[in-house]
């Protein structure tokens, strides 16, 4: 069923991506640097890979939530895939998370 279904292209993925805000820092998972790679399995679904600014993150649920809703109508099956190494910190939040982040008060 997948092979004759077109993929969505990754950019596209990531572009809605930016609408997942990590709930404590209130940036997108993307410019915060959480988003390490998107993919296609060879079964077609979507793979995710991402980390989180700290393994002990309460909120996994909620941003697991909201990256579902993001790539629902995008993919016809996706899988999140947590990743620790390298761990995430803030040399990986882009130039557009700064802004957003000292916008908001953060001394970045």
Known sequence: M??????????????????????ELGINIVDL???YGLNYAEDGALIVDMTLTTAACP???VIEDQVGRAVETMVD??????????????????????????ALGFNI
């Open 59 to 61: 909120l996994t649920d």
């Open 33 to 35: 640097g959480l988003l």
């Open 77 to 102: 099956e996706w899988r999140l895939n947590w990743v620790w190494m390298p761990p995430w910190g803030p040399e990986k939040i882009t130039e557009d998370g700064r802004e957003q982040m000292r």
């Open 2 to 23: 997948t092979d004759t279904v077109a993929q969505t292209p990754l950019e596209d993925i990531e572009e809605a991506l930016k609408d997942v805000i990590d709930p």
